[in-house]
Protein backbone atom coordinates (compact mmCIF):
# COMPACT_ATOMS: atom_id res chain seq x y z
CA UNK A 1 0.00 0.00 0.00
CA UNK A 2 1.74 3.61 -0.70
CA UNK A 3 2.17 5.44 2.16
CA UNK A 4 0.97 9.51 0.91
CA UNK A 5 2.41 10.38 3.88
CA UNK A 6 5.36 9.83 2.63
CA UNK A 7 4.88 10.79 -0.95
CA UNK A 8 3.38 14.48 0.16
CA UNK A 9 6.77 14.92 2.47
CA UNK A 10 8.85 13.95 -0.35
CA UNK A 11 7.43 16.21 -2.61
CA UNK A 12 7.55 19.26 0.03
CA UNK A 13 11.67 18.45 0.34
CA UNK A 14 11.58 18.54 -3.06
CA UNK A 15 9.91 21.84 -3.65
CA UNK A 16 11.74 23.27 -0.71
CA UNK A 17 15.27 22.59 -2.24
CA UNK A 18 13.86 23.61 -5.46
CA UNK A 19 13.19 27.00 -4.29
CA UNK A 20 16.14 27.38 -2.48
CA UNK A 21 18.40 26.15 -5.43
CA UNK A 22 16.30 28.84 -7.66
CA UNK A 23 17.37 31.46 -4.70
CA UNK A 24 20.84 30.55 -4.78
CA UNK A 25 21.04 30.38 -8.64
CA UNK A 26 19.83 34.16 -8.14
CA UNK A 27 21.94 35.03 -5.76
CA UNK A 28 24.68 34.10 -7.77
CA UNK A 29 23.90 35.43 -11.18
CA UNK A 30 23.16 39.05 -9.37
CA UNK A 31 26.92 38.95 -8.04
CA UNK A 32 28.27 39.17 -11.94
CA UNK A 33 28.46 42.72 -13.51
CA UNK A 34 26.67 43.48 -16.80
CA UNK A 35 29.11 43.45 -19.53
CA UNK A 36 28.07 46.23 -21.76
CA UNK A 37 30.26 49.03 -23.04
CA UNK A 38 27.92 51.23 -20.71
CA UNK A 39 30.18 50.06 -17.76
CA UNK A 40 31.06 53.13 -15.51
CA UNK A 41 34.78 53.07 -14.59
CA UNK A 42 36.93 55.30 -12.87
CA UNK A 43 39.46 57.00 -15.54
CA UNK A 44 41.10 58.66 -12.36
CA UNK A 45 44.97 58.23 -12.42
CA UNK A 46 45.69 55.63 -10.05
CA UNK A 47 48.97 54.84 -7.94
CA UNK A 48 49.64 50.87 -6.74
CA UNK A 49 51.90 50.68 -3.36
CA UNK A 50 52.42 47.04 -4.93
CA UNK A 51 52.18 45.77 -8.63
CA UNK A 52 48.70 45.50 -9.64
CA UNK A 53 49.74 42.53 -12.55
CA UNK A 54 51.40 40.43 -10.27
CA UNK A 55 49.50 37.49 -11.67
CA UNK A 56 51.05 38.53 -14.99
CA UNK A 57 49.49 38.13 -18.67
CA UNK A 58 47.80 35.53 -20.45
CA UNK A 59 46.05 34.60 -23.74
CA UNK A 60 44.08 32.11 -25.30
CA UNK A 61 41.16 30.52 -27.69
CA UNK A 62 42.63 31.99 -30.64
CA UNK A 63 40.79 32.30 -33.90
CA UNK A 64 42.36 32.49 -37.27
CA UNK A 65 41.60 36.71 -36.79
CA UNK A 66 41.07 37.16 -33.51
CA UNK A 67 42.90 36.05 -29.52
CA UNK A 68 41.92 36.62 -26.10
CA UNK A 69 43.71 38.55 -23.38
CA UNK A 70 43.84 38.27 -19.78
CA UNK A 71 45.36 39.86 -16.99
CA UNK A 72 43.48 40.22 -13.50
CA UNK A 73 44.61 43.25 -10.99
CA UNK A 74 45.82 42.36 -7.74
CA UNK A 75 48.15 44.42 -5.90
CA UNK A 76 47.87 41.77 -2.86
CA UNK A 77 46.98 38.27 -4.64
CA UNK A 78 46.73 36.56 -1.50
CA UNK A 79 43.35 38.63 -0.12
CA UNK A 80 40.37 37.63 -1.44
CA UNK A 81 39.75 41.50 -3.40
CA UNK A 82 43.25 41.19 -4.33
CA UNK A 83 43.54 44.21 -2.81
CA UNK A 84 41.72 46.43 -5.04
CA UNK A 85 39.00 48.69 -4.03
CA UNK A 86 35.26 47.90 -4.72
CA UNK A 87 34.83 50.25 -7.85
CA UNK A 88 35.43 49.44 -11.36
CA UNK A 89 39.16 50.46 -12.68
CA UNK A 90 39.46 51.07 -16.58
CA UNK A 91 42.53 49.64 -18.06
CA UNK A 92 44.03 50.04 -21.02
CA UNK A 93 45.55 47.10 -23.77
CA UNK A 94 48.16 47.43 -26.53
CA UNK A 95 48.63 45.10 -29.13
CA UNK A 96 52.00 45.01 -31.42
CA UNK A 97 54.20 42.93 -34.32
CA UNK A 98 57.14 43.36 -32.38
CA UNK A 99 58.72 42.33 -28.88
CA UNK A 100 59.59 45.71 -28.02
CA UNK A 101 56.19 46.89 -28.34
CA UNK A 102 57.22 49.37 -31.12
CA UNK A 103 54.92 48.78 -33.76
CA UNK A 104 51.50 49.09 -31.87
CA UNK A 105 48.55 48.05 -34.37
CA UNK A 106 45.73 47.57 -32.03
CA UNK A 107 44.27 49.76 -28.54
CA UNK A 108 41.67 49.68 -26.66
CA UNK A 109 40.24 50.13 -22.95
CA UNK A 110 38.54 47.65 -20.66
CA UNK A 111 36.90 47.82 -17.76
CA UNK A 112 37.80 45.96 -14.79
CA UNK A 113 35.29 45.36 -11.97
CA UNK A 114 35.08 43.99 -8.40
CA UNK A 115 32.28 41.78 -9.03
CA UNK A 116 34.54 39.86 -11.46
CA UNK A 117 37.41 40.64 -8.99
CA UNK A 118 39.20 43.03 -10.86
CA UNK A 119 40.17 40.55 -13.83
CA UNK A 120 40.02 41.82 -17.85
CA UNK A 121 39.57 39.48 -20.86
CA UNK A 122 39.78 41.28 -24.18
CA UNK A 123 38.82 39.87 -27.33
CA UNK A 124 41.00 41.67 -30.03
CA UNK A 125 39.58 40.88 -33.50
CA UNK A 126 40.93 42.23 -37.09
CA UNK A 127 44.03 40.44 -36.32
CA UNK A 128 46.11 38.45 -39.69
CA UNK A 129 46.17 34.54 -39.40
CA UNK A 130 48.85 32.62 -38.79
CA UNK A 131 50.86 35.55 -37.13
CA UNK A 132 52.57 36.37 -33.86
CA UNK A 133 51.46 38.95 -31.66
CA UNK A 134 52.93 40.94 -28.88
CA UNK A 135 50.98 42.59 -26.11
CA UNK A 136 50.71 44.24 -22.50
CA UNK A 137 48.17 46.14 -20.32
CA UNK A 138 48.36 49.18 -18.66
CA UNK A 139 46.59 50.53 -15.41
CA UNK A 140 47.51 54.11 -13.72
CA UNK A 141 51.14 54.42 -13.27
CA UNK A 142 51.50 50.28 -14.13
CA UNK A 143 52.38 48.89 -17.16
CA UNK A 144 52.37 44.68 -17.42
CA UNK A 145 54.71 42.51 -18.64
CA UNK A 146 54.60 41.85 -22.16
CA UNK A 147 53.47 38.91 -23.18
CA UNK A 148 53.67 36.71 -26.66
CA UNK A 149 50.62 35.03 -28.18
CA UNK A 150 49.03 34.32 -32.24
CA UNK A 151 46.34 33.78 -34.29
CA UNK A 152 45.50 30.67 -36.15
CA UNK A 153 46.03 29.62 -39.93
CA UNK A 154 43.12 30.49 -41.85
CA UNK A 155 40.01 27.95 -42.04
CA UNK A 156 41.02 26.78 -45.44
CA UNK A 157 44.81 26.73 -45.65
CA UNK A 158 46.54 23.46 -45.15
CA UNK A 159 49.82 24.79 -42.41
CA UNK A 160 52.87 22.75 -42.79
CA UNK A 161 52.97 22.11 -38.98
CA UNK A 162 51.67 22.58 -35.49
CA UNK A 163 53.59 22.12 -32.78
CA UNK A 164 52.01 22.65 -29.29
CA UNK A 165 51.97 20.75 -25.55
CA UNK A 166 49.50 19.29 -23.22
CA UNK A 167 49.74 19.17 -19.20
CA UNK A 168 47.41 18.68 -16.50
CA UNK A 169 47.40 18.48 -12.36
CA UNK A 170 49.57 20.65 -11.01
CA UNK A 171 49.37 20.66 -6.84
CA UNK A 172 50.78 23.46 -5.71
CA UNK A 173 52.17 21.55 -2.46
CA UNK A 174 53.42 18.84 -4.08
CA UNK A 175 56.34 20.10 -6.12
CA UNK A 176 57.72 23.02 -8.08
CA UNK A 177 56.24 24.10 -11.21
CA UNK A 178 59.40 23.30 -13.10
CA UNK A 179 57.36 21.57 -16.03
CA UNK A 180 56.15 24.57 -16.97
CA UNK A 181 59.34 26.38 -16.88
CA UNK A 182 60.54 24.10 -19.48
CA UNK A 183 56.95 24.14 -21.64
CA UNK A 184 57.88 28.07 -21.46
CA UNK A 185 61.32 27.26 -23.85
CA UNK A 186 60.07 25.10 -26.17
CA UNK A 187 58.64 26.60 -29.06
CA UNK A 188 55.22 26.00 -29.16
CA UNK A 189 51.65 27.44 -31.38
CA UNK A 190 49.57 26.81 -28.42
CA UNK A 191 49.30 25.08 -24.65
CA UNK A 192 46.37 22.56 -23.74
CA UNK A 193 45.52 22.29 -19.86
CA UNK A 194 43.39 19.61 -19.20
CA UNK A 195 42.56 19.75 -15.99
CA UNK A 196 43.24 20.38 -12.34
CA UNK A 197 44.92 23.46 -12.64
CA UNK A 198 44.07 24.04 -9.21
CA UNK A 199 43.51 21.95 -6.06
CA UNK A 200 41.31 22.30 -3.52
CA UNK A 201 42.68 21.40 -0.21
CA UNK A 202 43.66 22.97 2.74
CA UNK A 203 47.19 24.15 3.56
CA UNK A 204 49.26 21.15 4.86
CA UNK A 205 52.61 21.10 6.69
CA UNK A 206 56.13 19.83 5.74
CA UNK A 207 55.55 19.25 1.99
CA UNK A 208 57.39 21.34 -0.58
CA UNK A 209 54.94 24.15 -0.46
CA UNK A 210 51.77 25.28 1.10
CA UNK A 211 48.56 26.15 0.34
CA UNK A 212 47.08 29.60 1.83
CA UNK A 213 44.10 29.30 3.44
CA UNK A 214 41.31 26.48 4.23
CA UNK A 215 39.47 23.96 2.22
CA UNK A 216 38.30 26.05 -0.45
CA UNK A 217 34.17 26.90 -0.41
CA UNK A 218 33.96 30.99 -0.77
CA UNK A 219 34.55 32.75 -3.65
CA UNK A 220 37.15 34.36 -1.93
CA UNK A 221 38.54 31.09 -0.93
CA UNK A 222 38.98 29.65 -4.72
CA UNK A 223 39.98 33.30 -5.68
CA UNK A 224 42.43 33.44 -3.28
CA UNK A 225 44.40 29.63 -4.14
CA UNK A 226 43.89 30.69 -8.21
CA UNK A 227 45.75 33.97 -7.34
CA UNK A 228 48.39 31.64 -5.27
CA UNK A 229 48.83 29.35 -8.19
CA UNK A 230 49.34 32.52 -10.70
CA UNK A 231 52.03 33.95 -8.34
CA UNK A 232 54.39 31.05 -9.52
CA UNK A 233 56.73 32.83 -11.89
CA UNK A 234 57.45 29.40 -14.35
CA UNK A 235 53.11 29.12 -14.53
CA UNK A 236 53.21 32.90 -15.50
CA UNK A 237 56.16 32.30 -17.87
CA UNK A 238 54.59 29.54 -19.80
CA UNK A 239 51.25 31.94 -19.89
CA UNK A 240 53.32 34.56 -21.50
CA UNK A 241 55.11 32.79 -23.87
CA UNK A 242 52.03 31.30 -26.63
CA UNK A 243 48.33 31.33 -26.20
CA UNK A 244 46.25 28.62 -23.73
CA UNK A 245 43.46 26.30 -24.66
CA UNK A 246 42.27 25.36 -21.35
CA UNK A 247 38.91 23.11 -19.60
CA UNK A 248 39.03 22.23 -16.13
CA UNK A 249 38.77 18.49 -14.38
CA UNK A 250 37.39 18.09 -11.05
CA UNK A 251 39.70 19.82 -8.52
CA UNK A 252 39.52 23.09 -9.84
CA UNK A 253 35.54 22.56 -7.86
CA UNK A 254 36.06 19.55 -5.35
CA UNK A 255 37.39 16.08 -6.00
CA UNK A 256 35.73 13.20 -7.64
CA UNK A 257 32.55 15.30 -8.21
CA UNK A 258 29.74 14.50 -10.60
CA UNK A 259 27.36 16.43 -12.30
CA UNK A 260 25.72 18.29 -8.94
CA UNK A 261 26.64 15.07 -6.76
CA UNK A 262 29.40 15.52 -4.08
CA UNK A 263 32.10 12.63 -3.77
CA UNK A 264 30.79 11.72 -0.01
CA UNK A 265 26.95 11.85 0.95
CA UNK A 266 25.80 14.17 3.84
CA UNK A 267 26.48 17.38 1.96
CA UNK A 268 23.23 19.63 1.25
CA UNK A 269 22.31 19.72 -2.33
CA UNK A 270 21.75 23.92 -2.36
CA UNK A 271 25.23 24.59 -0.66
CA UNK A 272 26.94 22.72 -2.60
CA UNK A 273 25.79 24.41 -6.04
CA UNK A 274 26.25 27.40 -4.14
CA UNK A 275 30.09 26.07 -3.47
CA UNK A 276 30.08 25.31 -7.56
CA UNK A 277 29.26 28.47 -8.55
CA UNK A 278 32.00 30.29 -6.45
CA UNK A 279 34.69 27.72 -8.22
CA UNK A 280 32.96 28.23 -11.59
CA UNK A 281 33.29 32.12 -11.48
CA UNK A 282 36.92 32.45 -9.95
CA UNK A 283 37.83 29.89 -12.79
CA UNK A 284 36.37 32.16 -15.04
CA UNK A 285 38.23 34.72 -13.38
CA UNK A 286 41.15 33.16 -13.62
CA UNK A 287 41.46 32.05 -16.97
CA UNK A 288 41.72 33.25 -20.77
CA UNK A 289 38.46 32.62 -21.66
CA UNK A 290 35.75 34.37 -23.96
CA UNK A 291 33.01 36.25 -22.48
CA UNK A 292 30.46 33.30 -23.65
CA UNK A 293 32.24 31.08 -20.85
CA UNK A 294 30.68 33.54 -17.94
CA UNK A 295 29.01 31.21 -15.70
CA UNK A 296 25.35 31.38 -14.53
CA UNK A 297 25.11 30.81 -11.35
CA UNK A 298 26.56 27.01 -10.88
CA UNK A 299 26.54 26.24 -14.65
CA UNK A 300 29.01 27.39 -17.27
CA UNK A 301 30.05 26.22 -20.73
CA UNK A 302 33.32 25.20 -21.45
CA UNK A 303 33.32 22.44 -24.09
CA UNK A 304 33.81 24.41 -27.77
CA UNK A 305 35.80 23.93 -31.27
CA UNK A 306 39.07 25.11 -32.03
CA UNK A 307 40.55 24.43 -35.58
CA UNK A 308 44.05 25.07 -37.01
CA UNK A 309 43.31 25.53 -40.03
CA UNK A 310 42.85 22.55 -41.99
CA UNK A 311 45.15 20.77 -40.62
CA UNK A 312 44.07 19.89 -36.86
CA UNK A 313 40.14 20.57 -34.81
CA UNK A 314 40.27 20.66 -31.23
CA UNK A 315 37.21 19.91 -29.56
CA UNK A 316 37.35 20.93 -25.65
CA UNK A 317 35.55 18.57 -23.76
CA UNK A 318 34.07 19.25 -20.24
CA UNK A 319 33.17 15.70 -18.36
CA UNK A 320 32.61 16.82 -15.04
CA UNK A 321 30.01 18.70 -14.67
CA UNK A 322 27.32 17.21 -17.02
CA UNK A 323 28.26 13.65 -16.02
CA UNK A 324 26.22 11.53 -14.08
CA UNK A 325 27.13 9.47 -10.51
CA UNK A 326 29.96 7.19 -10.96
CA UNK A 327 28.52 3.95 -10.49
CA UNK A 328 29.71 1.21 -7.63
CA UNK A 329 30.15 3.84 -5.10
CA UNK A 330 33.07 5.00 -7.16
CA UNK A 331 35.39 1.68 -6.60
CA UNK A 332 37.28 0.10 -8.55
CA UNK A 333 34.74 -2.49 -10.36
CA UNK A 334 34.97 -5.24 -12.76
CA UNK A 335 32.87 -3.91 -15.75
CA UNK A 336 29.86 -5.34 -14.33
CA UNK A 337 26.04 -3.85 -14.91
CA UNK A 338 26.44 -1.61 -13.17
CA UNK A 339 29.28 0.22 -15.33
CA UNK A 340 27.90 -0.90 -18.76
CA UNK A 341 24.48 0.85 -18.12
CA UNK A 342 23.74 2.40 -21.31
CA UNK A 343 22.18 5.35 -18.87
CA UNK A 344 25.17 6.58 -17.62
CA UNK A 345 26.95 9.39 -18.93
CA UNK A 346 30.36 11.62 -18.46
CA UNK A 347 29.38 14.43 -21.41
CA UNK A 348 25.15 14.96 -20.60
CA UNK A 349 22.79 14.51 -23.96
CA UNK A 350 23.81 18.39 -24.84
CA UNK A 351 27.58 17.99 -24.99
CA UNK A 352 27.31 14.24 -27.09
CA UNK A 353 25.06 15.34 -29.57
CA UNK A 354 27.23 18.97 -30.42
CA UNK A 355 30.04 16.75 -30.28
CA UNK A 356 29.01 14.36 -33.04
CA UNK A 357 27.99 17.83 -34.91
CA UNK A 358 31.13 18.69 -34.57
CA UNK A 359 33.11 15.57 -35.71
CA UNK A 360 30.61 15.16 -38.52
CA UNK A 361 31.26 19.15 -39.50
CA UNK A 362 35.05 19.15 -38.96
CA UNK A 363 37.31 20.30 -41.93
CA UNK A 364 40.42 19.09 -39.63
CA UNK A 365 43.01 16.58 -40.90
CA UNK A 366 43.61 15.39 -37.26
CA UNK A 367 40.26 15.27 -35.10
CA UNK A 368 41.70 15.89 -31.67
CA UNK A 369 39.66 15.32 -28.04
CA UNK A 370 40.87 17.58 -25.83
CA UNK A 371 39.34 15.98 -22.30
CA UNK A 372 39.98 14.85 -18.83
CA UNK A 373 39.97 11.41 -17.86
CA UNK A 374 41.28 7.99 -19.45
CA UNK A 375 39.53 6.50 -22.24
CA UNK A 376 41.50 3.28 -22.63
CA UNK A 377 39.92 0.25 -21.18
CA UNK A 378 42.15 -0.60 -19.16
CA UNK A 379 41.89 -3.85 -16.69
CA UNK A 380 43.60 -3.76 -13.72
CA UNK A 381 44.69 -7.92 -13.13
CA UNK A 382 44.38 -9.68 -9.69
CA UNK A 383 46.48 -12.10 -8.90
CA UNK A 384 43.47 -14.29 -7.57
CA UNK A 385 42.16 -14.65 -11.36
CA UNK A 386 39.57 -12.85 -10.95
CA UNK A 387 38.21 -10.46 -13.72
CA UNK A 388 40.12 -7.42 -14.15
CA UNK A 389 39.04 -3.96 -12.13
CA UNK A 390 38.29 -0.98 -13.53
CA UNK A 391 38.36 2.43 -13.23
CA UNK A 392 35.04 3.97 -12.55
CA UNK A 393 35.65 7.44 -12.25
CA UNK A 394 37.03 7.15 -16.13
CA UNK A 395 35.19 6.78 -18.91
CA UNK A 396 35.47 2.39 -18.55
CA UNK A 397 32.72 3.85 -15.77
CA UNK A 398 30.90 5.01 -18.87
CA UNK A 399 31.52 1.91 -20.88
CA UNK A 400 28.36 2.29 -23.16
CA UNK A 401 28.43 6.03 -23.74
CA UNK A 402 32.58 5.13 -24.48
CA UNK A 403 31.72 2.38 -27.26
CA UNK A 404 28.85 4.21 -28.55
CA UNK A 405 31.37 7.41 -29.34
CA UNK A 406 34.48 4.83 -30.54
CA UNK A 407 31.53 3.32 -32.98
CA UNK A 408 30.66 6.73 -34.23
CA UNK A 409 33.81 7.51 -35.04
CA UNK A 410 34.78 4.40 -37.06
CA UNK A 411 30.81 4.50 -38.55
CA UNK A 412 31.40 8.41 -39.88
CA UNK A 413 34.65 7.41 -40.75
CA UNK A 414 36.55 10.52 -38.65
CA UNK A 415 39.98 11.56 -40.25
CA UNK A 416 42.73 10.84 -37.79
CA UNK A 417 41.43 10.78 -34.45
CA UNK A 418 43.60 11.84 -31.52
CA UNK A 419 42.09 11.83 -27.41
CA UNK A 420 44.58 13.71 -25.30
CA UNK A 421 44.11 13.16 -21.61
CA UNK A 422 45.08 14.14 -18.21
CA UNK A 423 43.60 13.54 -14.52
CA UNK A 424 45.41 10.01 -14.25
CA UNK A 425 49.38 11.30 -12.95
CA UNK A 426 50.85 9.19 -15.36
CA UNK A 427 51.87 8.72 -18.80
CA UNK A 428 50.28 6.21 -21.12
CA UNK A 429 49.94 5.44 -25.00
CA UNK A 430 46.33 3.68 -26.03
CA UNK A 431 45.40 2.11 -28.79
CA UNK A 432 41.19 2.50 -29.19
CA UNK A 433 39.09 0.09 -29.85
CA UNK A 434 34.89 0.53 -29.49
CA UNK A 435 35.79 -2.68 -27.27
CA UNK A 436 39.30 -2.39 -25.72
CA UNK A 437 38.65 -6.30 -24.75
CA UNK A 438 38.54 -7.24 -28.00
CA UNK A 439 42.42 -6.98 -29.48
CA UNK A 440 41.29 -8.68 -32.69
CA UNK A 441 39.01 -5.42 -33.61
CA UNK A 442 40.27 -2.71 -35.25
CA UNK A 443 41.66 0.02 -33.83
CA UNK A 444 39.87 3.24 -34.29
CA UNK A 445 41.75 6.06 -32.48
CA UNK A 446 44.49 6.84 -30.19
CA UNK A 447 44.74 8.22 -27.02
CA UNK A 448 47.86 10.05 -25.09
CA UNK A 449 47.42 10.66 -21.43
CA UNK A 450 49.96 12.67 -20.07
CA UNK A 451 51.02 12.48 -16.59
CA UNK A 452 51.04 15.21 -13.56
CA UNK A 453 53.24 18.87 -13.05
CA UNK A 454 53.67 17.78 -9.76
CA UNK A 455 51.01 15.83 -8.23
CA UNK A 456 51.77 12.70 -6.65
CA UNK A 457 55.01 14.43 -6.10
CA UNK A 458 57.74 12.49 -7.25
CA UNK A 459 56.85 9.63 -9.33
CA UNK A 460 58.93 6.49 -10.64
CA UNK A 461 60.67 5.48 -13.61
CA UNK A 462 59.56 1.91 -12.17
CA UNK A 463 56.37 0.71 -12.62
CA UNK A 464 55.81 -2.95 -10.54
CA UNK A 465 53.87 -5.34 -12.28
CA UNK A 466 53.76 -3.21 -15.33
CA UNK A 467 54.62 -6.64 -17.72
CA UNK A 468 51.47 -8.30 -16.45
CA UNK A 469 49.30 -4.88 -17.04
CA UNK A 470 51.08 -4.68 -20.63
CA UNK A 471 49.89 -8.22 -21.78
CA UNK A 472 46.67 -8.11 -20.18
CA UNK A 473 45.94 -5.27 -21.83
CA UNK A 474 47.19 -5.16 -25.50
CA UNK A 475 46.20 -1.52 -26.52
CA UNK A 476 48.35 -0.31 -24.20
CA UNK A 477 51.72 0.61 -25.78
CA UNK A 478 53.49 2.85 -22.72
CA UNK A 479 53.10 3.25 -19.23
CA UNK A 480 55.17 5.63 -17.27
CA UNK A 481 54.21 6.73 -13.66
CA UNK A 482 57.28 9.96 -13.84
CA UNK A 483 56.29 13.80 -13.72
CA UNK A 484 55.65 16.14 -16.75
CA UNK A 485 54.41 17.23 -20.06
CA UNK A 486 54.11 16.03 -23.46
CA UNK A 487 54.74 17.82 -26.71
CA UNK A 488 53.20 17.30 -29.88
CA UNK A 489 54.33 17.94 -33.45
CA UNK A 490 51.69 17.34 -35.98
CA UNK A 491 52.08 17.42 -39.73
CA UNK A 492 49.78 16.25 -42.75
CA UNK A 493 51.78 13.24 -43.14
CA UNK A 494 52.50 12.40 -38.84
CA UNK A 495 51.77 13.24 -35.42
CA UNK A 496 54.22 12.90 -32.93
CA UNK A 497 53.92 12.83 -29.49
CA UNK A 498 57.28 13.32 -26.83
CA UNK A 499 56.84 12.10 -23.27
CA UNK A 500 58.89 14.83 -21.37
CA UNK A 501 59.65 14.14 -17.61
CA UNK A 502 61.22 15.87 -15.12
CA UNK A 503 62.46 13.33 -12.85
CA UNK A 504 62.54 15.24 -9.02
CA UNK A 505 59.72 18.00 -8.54
CA UNK A 506 60.66 18.44 -5.12
CA UNK A 507 63.95 20.66 -6.02
CA UNK A 508 64.07 23.69 -8.10
CA UNK A 509 65.31 24.15 -11.33
CA UNK A 510 65.68 20.41 -12.27
CA UNK A 511 66.29 19.05 -16.04
CA UNK A 512 63.75 17.73 -18.63
CA UNK A 513 64.45 14.49 -19.97
CA UNK A 514 63.25 13.00 -23.24
CA UNK A 515 61.50 10.20 -22.42
CA UNK A 516 60.33 7.92 -25.30
CA UNK A 517 58.26 9.50 -28.33
CA UNK A 518 55.22 8.11 -30.49
CA UNK A 519 54.01 8.15 -34.14
CA UNK A 520 51.13 7.98 -35.52
CA UNK A 521 50.98 8.11 -39.08
CA UNK A 522 48.19 9.84 -41.13
CA UNK A 523 45.47 7.73 -41.93
CA UNK A 524 46.57 4.93 -39.47
CA UNK A 525 44.80 4.35 -36.45
CA UNK A 526 47.32 3.60 -33.94
CA UNK A 527 50.87 4.68 -32.02
CA UNK A 528 54.08 3.00 -32.24
CA UNK A 529 57.32 3.92 -30.54
CA UNK A 530 60.21 6.22 -32.46
Same mark, same amino acid.
Given at each position: ??DL?E???A?????HVSR? @???AYGAA????????S?????T???A?A??? $????? /???DPTD???V?W =????? !?????DG? &??AE???IS???A??? +? &???I? !?T?K???T??? %????R?EV???K??R??W?RF????A???V?R??????L??????L?F /?????SH?E???F?????M /? !?E????A??????? #??Y????? *????HA????R???D??I?? /??Y??DPHLQ?A????????T???????NN #?A????E?AG?D?V?F???R?N??QAY #???M?????? *??? +?P?MK? #?????? %????T $??V *??TR?????????????E??????N???T? @??? !????????ALLTS??????L???VM??M???V??D %???P??? &???W? %??A??? &??L??????R???NP?V?????H??W????R????KP??P????E??????T?G?NG???? @????RL?????G?K????????V?????P?S??SDY?V?E?? =?????P????KS???E?????????
Open positions: MISLRAARAEVR @LFLLSSLPLLGRAEASRRIFNNP $FSLGV /ASGSGVL =TRLAP !KPLDPG &MPAVEWEVNDD +G &MKQI !KGAVAPQL %GHSVVEGLPDWYYNVGDTSPGTRTFPADIMPEKR /AFASCWQGFTAYQH /A !KELDVIHLGDYI #YEAGREN *LVRKGPKLTLGYRRH /AQKTAHSRCPWVVWDDHEFE #YNNIPHVPELEQAAY #YESPLRPNS *LPH +GNL #YRTLPF %GRLA $FQ *LDQYRSDQPNNDHASLNEAALPKNL @LGE !KQANWLKSTGHWNVAQQMGVGYRP %GKPLYS &MDQP %GYAER &MKAQFIADRVPVLTGDISNVNDLVDDRETVVATFVGTSISGTPVV @LGLELAANPVFHNRQRGYTCTVTKWTRVNV =TKADEVKALFIVSGKPGAHAV
